[in-house]
């Protein structure tokens, strides 16, 4: 995005609760109208970097400034810059939408000339309009949503921090509520967090991951993708084609000497065709050179299919499930080669 | 406008919207009044206030708790406390203007009562000096209690805990100076200044005397300012 003036800051950022280490250490920095997808598994410390951005919870050590603001020393000029929904939601049962936002308004020092102008665009923009006279206690989890996202967003504020505002939400509540984020985005600075990926790709235009308290990666997603890619996965389905046809063992080795090729995988051999999962150096496509082997010693070349890294396996491998995760490409590799078979 | 003002307003609207004061309320103004009248046509009718005065503040010892217990205890278990405390204003206001609200409703509820004292007065010629002294203390030892109680439910998440310390806590200052009537010097005097019915009947007898009062205003600046602590300790 735009190299503009620094929205938020934050350095060395640690809290610890008791012996429990919720944050180590954490620096970003986000400018304004950028907007941020912190992402993380369950417990990696998102919730608890925002609650210190917002003036909720101080920090055992280290700094943040929003607007440039000491969250610490300044909290009063922080919070009038802020608008936050945390990720609980929280409303006032016993109030209508319309009142719940008039008191947030007011409490916001929204000037009271304005008040019902801001609450009557606002409740617009989130889609709440025909719902101003609705008791929160008889609202859906979606239209709830939508008040806190309100709420939030009814002083104007210049940053925006969202705690899973999707979370618990249908499929239709989500595209809307990220099209509303999108949209607020354009003027705003925003960061919000999640552990749905494609929300973070379908909305963010950068990511932060944290895990375990400290931060593990800062970037776009493509920039994450070259980060974590180390080397290139390919399967390659080849099928014999007569008698002379090589057996599965020497195409192996056949393969393993193209080059570039690292390391190659027999993952199935029938009569009818052999599957291998080829990994090649980064940048390397070797392709081109399956196709010619395959030609020079009369097999058929039924696929040659280069794996892509979803933004799961970035996370996953951001995050330290590696083992896993290649289990899990392997798993994949077969599988797709394994469905061609049975095609 | 004041931020207090507008948490003073939203927390009336959350007593005016609640079952709960409305059960309260009415359970109070029934208990002693029914109290008082049963002993004001019991024998010889006294034109006094006394009675009413002599048992109010053991009620108000249930009463205050069950208005204050929702006070924090409830912000903090629906999560709107993190709501207010990252808008901008300060605990200290928080806590005022939440205070500000219990009292009223307090205040609402006693005047509820005084029909009792006009009432009496038409019969004879009432005392008004203990009967003023005596809503005052009724407000100051009220005061105190609701002070208890908002601290009691900035410690917890459950109402029902904080309502039970509140009760606690009230009761123990109420009977504290009965407590040690076996005992005499430092220690039966110690245990008379805390004690919160002692400061009370001084007021109901009509004499309002500063040591009295600021006995009530010490209880209700500490209760507020744990309180304001123990919502600020959240950001250390």
């Known amino acids: 995005m735009t190299e503009s003036a620094v929205s938020v800051e934050v350095h060395g950022l640690t809290k610890l609760y008791g012996d429990v280490k919720a944050l180590v250490d954490v620096d970003f920095t986000v400018h304004a109208g950028e907007i941020v997808g912190l992402l993380g598994p369950n417990g990696a410390g998102k919730t608890t970097t925002m609650k210190i951005l917002t003036g909720f919870l101080g920090a055992t050590r280290g700094s943040a400034k929003v607007c440039g603001f000491d969250v610490a020393e300044n909290s009063m000029e922080v919070r009038r810059r802020v608008g936050y929904l945390p990720e609980t939601v929280p409303l006032y049962e016993d109030m209508v939408v319309y009142d719940y936002l008039k008191f947030v308004a007011n409490m916001r020092q929204v000037p009271s000339g304005e008040v019902h102008s801001r609450i009557k665009e606002t409740a617009d923009v989130c889609g709440l309009s025909h719902m101003a006279g609705r008791f929160i206690r008889e609202m859906s989890k979606g239209y709830r949503q939508r008040v806190g996202l309100a709420q939030a967003l009814i002083h104007k504020p210049e940053v925006v921090i969202l705690d899973e505002p999707t979370s618990g939400l249908d499929p239709n509540q989500i595209i809307e509520i990220r099209d509303l984020i999108k949209e607020i985005g354009r003027e705003k600075t925003i960061i919000f967090s999640t552990h749905i990926l494609q929300e973070v790709a379908a909305v963010c235009d950068r990511i932060i991951v944290i895990k375990g308290g400290s931060k593990v990666a800062d970037g776009t997603v493509a920039e994450l993708d070259r980060r974590v890619r180390s080397e290139e996965r390919y399967t390659v389905t080849l099928a014999p084609t007569g008698s002379e046809s090589p057996s599965g063992d020497v195409v192996r080795e056949k393969l393993a000497a193209l080059g570039g090729v690292e390391h190659v995988d027999l993952l199935s051999s029938s009569a009818a065709e052999f599957a291998f999962l080829v990994r090649s150096g980064r940048g390397v496509d070797i392709r081109h050179d399956v196709f010619q082997l395959a030609t020079d010693n009369g097999l058929a070349l039924l696929g040659s299919e280069r794996a892509r890294l979803t933004l799961e396996d970035i996370f996953r491998s951001l995050t330290g499930d590696a083992d896993k995760l290649e289990a899990d490409l392997r798993g994949r590799a077969s599988a797709s080669s394994s469905a061609e078979e049975a095609a | ?236």
């Open chain 2, 1 to 236: 406008m004041n931020p207090v003002w507008h948490i003073y307003k939203r927390e009336l609207g959350r007593y005016f919207h609640s079952p709960i004061a409305y059960i309260v309320v009415v359970l109070f103004l029934l208990i002693t009044g029914g109290m008082f009248w049963a002993s004001f046509f019991e024998g010889f009718p006294e034109l006094s206030m006394r009675r009413f005065f002599g048992d109010a503040p053991l009620f108000l010892g249930f009463f205050a708790p069950a208005i204050s217990m929702g006070l924090l205890a409830e912000e903090k278990r629906s999560g709107t406390l993190e709501l207010l405390m990252t808008m901008p204003v300060s605990d200290l206001q928080i806590v005022i203007g939440k205070f500000a609200a219990a009292m009223t409703l307090l205040a609402v509820t006693l005047a509820f009562t005084t029909p009792y004292a006009f009432s009496i007065g038409t019969m004879g010629d009432l005392d008004w000096g203990p009967v003023i002294g005596g809503y005052a203390g009724l407000l100051l030892l009220g005061g105190s209690y609701v002070a208890i109680g908002m601290m009691a439910s900035s410690w917890t998440r459950e109402q029902i805990v904080a309502i039970l310390i509140g009760f606690f806590l009230c009761f123990v200052l109420f009977i504290l100076d009965r407590l040690f009537t076996n005992s005499t010097g430092l220690v039966a005097q110690t245990a008379e200044y805390l004690s919160s019915n002692y400061h009370f009947q001084n007021i109901a007898r009509g004499v309002i005397r500063l040591s009295d009062v600021l006995y009530y205003v010490s209880v209700i600046g500490i209760c507020l300012t744990v309180t304001r602590n123990a919502l600020a300790s959240r950001r250390w």
